[in-house]
């Protein structure tokens, strides 16, 4: 298969004999342009089904309830009408994994819901669970599929009249709601954003509304019942009614937009390793909006959002995110260890295989002399990503050259030492 190269998205120069990289936009929002779609609508459900390779749109409202459930695949950009179901907004709707069923619970219809139901979308069926216990009626609370667990998780909410502060676990496998009693929680509150970071195994939890809008973030560990309030420098001014994601590919949550009074339209990566904030500035994004939904197709390594409202509109646009590549800066930079020539490709074009020599380098960590076959190269690993930032593949170090088969298809490549910024593109041929 021939590898098709982004272009306008890396540019390369050299300085005093140093390699330097500068990463154009490496945040995209792209809009696309199915030939059908969804109603213009906000505070509905969207989740990814991965066995399906397809986002599943469920419910919301536009001044009126919606009960419609459509499948998008991305690589078509093909939006297809399934069966409906009960006409909701501001429920909970995620994809287990597990089960390879949609799960969906509570939110709004004719009046607040308590309700658990699945969705097979490969025979378009809606069932209805009836556990024998359940969270209280209630809307706008955040909900998030933990697959090392296999529980959905959900915390906090609003029923009209009280906000809530407690945390739910459900087994789909079992059909049972669980209540946690963890000692410390976030606040009560209504339309937090909440998605499960997968590479950390974690729920993460970020604003909401209490009467008055919120900015903490925290993180909760199910096989211990913790939640933990983080305390990033930065991060996104106080806000609801966003869209958020989990980008496994990046390791990075993505936030977009929402409303603090006002309607935004910024967005944010968050680093739960590093407790980092960062905000990116794509040249082109959706408008201010709220009300929207965003999830992430694995696949395609991509967010995808759709609708939301502002100024009394709704919208039935969809949007798809490229986040920034793992490893790759988004600024120059100047690497202070590996110069330029010392990190060898031969041959290069190859034709049948090609070998990647490496200097002897000081981590800096205190590894020292770390290709060289000692027990301190441990973990340590040379990854290759393409132009996209998607990994192509990663072997381990224990010598200072590798050899590669033509497992790899032509094109423009970064090579990266684990450890350490990217350091070399080569064109493998």
Excluded at 69 to 85: E, F
Aim: aromatic share 14%; net charge negative.
């Amino acid at each position: 298969m021939r590898k098709i190269l982004k272009l306008g998205i890396l540019c390369i120069f050299m300085a005093g004999g140093m390699f330097f990289a500068s990463k154009g936009s490496a945040q995209t929002w792209t809009e696309k342009s199915p030939s059908t779609h969804p109603s213009a609508m906000g505070v509905f459900g969207l989740a990814y089904d991965s066995e399906n390779d397809s986002i599943v749109l469920y419910g919301g409202w536009d001044g009126g309830n919606f009960g419609e459930t459509w499948a998008y695949d991305l690589n078509s950009d093909t939006w297809i009408q399934k069966s409906s179901s009960t006409p909701r907004r501001i429920h909970g709707m995620v994809y287990d994994s597990e089960s390879d069923r949609i799960v969906v619970y509570g939110g709004y219809g004719t009046s607040y819901l308590s309700d658990t139901w699945e969705y097979d979308l490969n025979n378009d069926i809606w069932v209805e669970k009836f556990p024998s216990t359940d969270p209280s009626v209630r809307g706008s609370f955040g909900m998030a599929y933990d697959s090392e667990s296999d529980r959905v998780v959900l915390f906090g909410g609003f029923n009209g009249s009280t906000y809530f502060d407690d945390t739910w676990t459900y087994d789909l496998n079992s059909n049972t709601w669980d209540q946690k009693f963890p000692s410390n929680h976030p606040t009560e509150r209504y339309y937090p954003g909440m998605v499960y970071d997968s590479e950390s195994d974690r729920i993460v939890l970020f604003g909401g509304y209490d009467g008055g809008y919120l900015d903490d973030t925290w993180e909760y560990d199910l096989n211990s019942n913790t939640w933990v309030v983080k305390s990033p420098s930065t991060h996104p001014s106080v806000r609801r009614y966003f869209g958020i994601a989990y980008d496994s590919e990046s390791d990075r949550i993505v936030l977009f937009g929402g409303d603090d009074g006002s309607n935004l339209n910024d967005t944010w990566e968050y680093d739960l390793n590093s407790d980092t904030w960062a905000q990116k500035f794509p040249s082109t994004h959706p408008s201010e909006r709220r009300y929207q939904v965003m999830a992430y197709d694995s696949a395609s390594d991509r967010i995808v959002l759709f609708g939301g409202g502002a100024n009394g509109s709704f919208f039935s646009d969809t949007w798809e995110y490229d986040a920034a590549p793992v490893g790759v800066e988004e600024e120059g930079y100047q690497s202070p260890i590996i110069a330029e020539h010392q990190l060898q490709v031969y041959p290069n074009p190859f034709i049948f295989s090609t070998t990647i020599s490496l200097p002897s380098i000081e981590h800096p960590d205190g590894i020292v002399n770390a290709f060289h076959g000692t027990s301190s190269a441990e973990g340590i690993e040379l990854t290759i990503y393409d132009v996209g930032g998607r990994l192509v593949k990663s072997f381990p170090l224990t010598t200072n050259q590798l050899s590669l088969g033509t497992d790899i298809c032509s094109g423009v490549y970064f090579l990266k030492v684990d450890g350490f910024k990217p350091v070399k593109v080569v064109k493998l041929r």
